[in-house]
């Protein structure tokens, strides 16, 4: 009987510094939104390149065509 109480000690004595060892949950606040902010920044620079596209094209695009002369 004193084995099946020391064993029962031992595991919840076990059990309690594993969960101790974890993540708190202002860590894992920290850690989601440090990732929502690496998000964020990497498509406002996508969002940012593409409208840097689309001003190049519709430059390009307004710029009008030179007229070739064919001498005959």
Same mark, same amino acid.
């Given at each position: 009987?004193?084995? $099946?109480?020391?064993? *029962?000690?031992?595991l919840a004595v076990t059990f309690m510094t594993l969960? =101790?060892?974890?993540? *708190?949950?202002?860590?894992?606040? =920290?850690?989601?939104?440090a990732r929502l902010d690496s998000l964020r920044t990497v498509e406002q620079q996508? $969002?940012?390149a593409m409208m840097a596209e689309m001003a190049d094209t519709a430059s390009t695009a307004t710029e009008e065509p030179e007229m070739i002369e064919e001498e005959s």
């Open positions: 009987m004193r084995k $099946i109480s020391l064993y *029962t000690l031992l969960s =101790a060892c974890g993540e *708190t949950e202002a860590e894992r606040a =920290a850690r989601e939104q996508r $969002i940012a």
